[in-house]
Protein backbone atom coordinates (compact mmCIF):
# COMPACT_ATOMS: atom_id res chain seq x y z
CA UNK A 1 0.00 0.00 0.00
CA UNK A 2 1.72 3.22 -1.30
CA UNK A 3 0.60 6.27 0.85
CA UNK A 4 1.77 10.42 0.60
CA UNK A 5 1.75 12.12 3.52
CA UNK A 6 1.88 15.73 3.09
CA UNK A 7 3.21 18.30 5.69
CA UNK A 8 4.48 22.20 6.04
CA UNK A 9 1.48 24.19 4.97
CA UNK A 10 0.05 27.28 7.39
CA UNK A 11 -0.15 30.63 7.79
CA UNK A 12 1.93 32.94 6.25
CA UNK A 13 1.84 36.47 5.41
CA UNK A 14 2.84 37.74 1.43
CA UNK A 15 6.55 37.90 0.50
CA UNK A 16 7.06 34.92 3.02
CA UNK A 17 7.75 31.35 2.47
CA UNK A 18 6.99 28.00 3.28
CA UNK A 19 8.10 24.43 2.64
CA UNK A 20 5.93 21.48 1.64
CA UNK A 21 7.30 18.25 2.23
CA UNK A 22 5.63 14.55 0.66
CA UNK A 23 6.58 11.23 2.16
CA UNK A 24 6.44 8.14 0.24
CA UNK A 25 5.92 5.02 1.49
CA UNK A 26 6.67 1.94 -0.07
CA UNK A 27 9.47 0.81 -2.41
CA UNK A 28 10.26 2.43 -6.11
CA UNK A 29 10.19 6.12 -4.93
CA UNK A 30 13.52 6.86 -7.51
CA UNK A 31 10.70 5.90 -10.60
CA UNK A 32 8.12 7.93 -9.64
CA UNK A 33 7.28 11.18 -11.38
CA UNK A 34 6.35 13.37 -8.53
CA UNK A 35 4.11 16.51 -8.22
CA UNK A 36 2.78 19.39 -6.82
CA UNK A 37 -0.91 20.55 -7.09
CA UNK A 38 -3.56 22.80 -5.74
CA UNK A 39 -6.84 23.58 -5.21
CA UNK A 40 -8.56 26.98 -4.57
CA UNK A 41 -11.79 27.39 -3.11
CA UNK A 42 -14.22 27.23 -6.05
CA UNK A 43 -11.09 26.46 -8.70
CA UNK A 44 -10.04 23.55 -10.17
CA UNK A 45 -6.74 21.45 -9.18
CA UNK A 46 -3.92 22.80 -11.05
CA UNK A 47 -0.70 21.14 -11.30
CA UNK A 48 1.88 23.24 -9.76
CA UNK A 49 4.88 21.51 -10.19
CA UNK A 50 6.36 18.21 -11.21
CA UNK A 51 9.82 16.56 -10.97
CA UNK A 52 10.79 13.26 -12.86
CA UNK A 53 12.63 10.52 -12.02
CA UNK A 54 15.73 12.16 -13.77
CA UNK A 55 15.34 15.28 -11.61
CA UNK A 56 13.66 17.48 -14.62
CA UNK A 57 11.67 20.04 -13.16
CA UNK A 58 8.52 21.46 -14.67
CA UNK A 59 6.51 24.61 -13.05
CA UNK A 60 4.07 26.70 -14.16
CA UNK A 61 4.55 30.50 -15.23
CA UNK A 62 2.76 31.78 -12.40
CA UNK A 63 5.41 29.85 -9.69
CA UNK A 64 8.90 30.41 -12.00
CA UNK A 65 11.29 32.10 -9.70
CA UNK A 66 9.71 31.68 -6.69
CA UNK A 67 8.88 28.10 -6.14
CA UNK A 68 11.07 25.10 -5.86
CA UNK A 69 10.92 20.67 -6.63
CA UNK A 70 13.03 18.70 -5.28
CA UNK A 71 13.30 15.19 -4.06
CA UNK A 72 15.45 12.99 -1.48
CA UNK A 73 15.93 9.48 -2.42
CA UNK A 74 17.46 8.56 1.34
CA UNK A 75 14.22 9.82 2.97
CA UNK A 76 11.44 8.98 0.48
CA UNK A 77 10.30 12.62 0.01
CA UNK A 78 9.66 15.15 -2.02
CA UNK A 79 10.11 19.02 -1.12
CA UNK A 80 8.09 21.95 -2.54
CA UNK A 81 9.97 25.23 -1.64
CA UNK A 82 7.54 28.42 -1.80
CA UNK A 83 8.88 31.91 -1.63
CA UNK A 84 7.84 35.11 -2.40
CA UNK A 85 4.40 33.93 -1.35
CA UNK A 86 1.31 35.96 -2.38
CA UNK A 87 -2.30 35.72 -1.83
CA UNK A 88 -3.24 34.39 -4.69
CA UNK A 89 -0.78 30.99 -3.75
CA UNK A 90 -3.57 30.40 -0.95
CA UNK A 91 -4.98 26.78 -1.82
CA UNK A 92 -5.24 23.15 -0.25
CA UNK A 93 -2.04 21.74 -2.18
CA UNK A 94 -1.64 18.09 -2.62
CA UNK A 95 1.30 15.74 -3.64
CA UNK A 96 1.00 13.03 -6.62
CA UNK A 97 2.93 10.49 -7.20
CA UNK A 98 2.93 8.52 -10.24
CA UNK A 99 4.94 5.13 -11.49
CA UNK A 100 3.43 3.45 -14.99
CA UNK A 101 -0.14 3.98 -14.99
CA UNK A 102 -0.66 4.51 -10.93
CA UNK A 103 -1.63 7.44 -9.47
CA UNK A 104 -1.32 7.74 -5.49
CA UNK A 105 -2.32 10.85 -3.91
CA UNK A 106 -1.78 12.69 -0.64
CA UNK A 107 -4.40 14.17 2.31
CA UNK A 108 -3.39 17.79 1.28
CA UNK A 109 -2.34 20.35 3.42
CA UNK A 110 -3.58 23.96 3.33
CA UNK A 111 -1.31 27.07 2.73
CA UNK A 112 -3.12 30.72 3.55
CA UNK A 113 -1.08 33.78 2.08
CA UNK A 114 -2.63 36.82 3.96
CA UNK A 115 -1.94 39.78 2.61
Known amino acids: QVQLVESGGGLVQAGGSLRLSCAVSGRFFDFYVMGWYRQAPGKQRELVASIGSSGSTYYIDSVKGRFTISRDSAKNTVYLQMNSLKPEDTAVYFC?????????WGQGTQVTVSS
Open 96 to 104: KGEIRSFEY
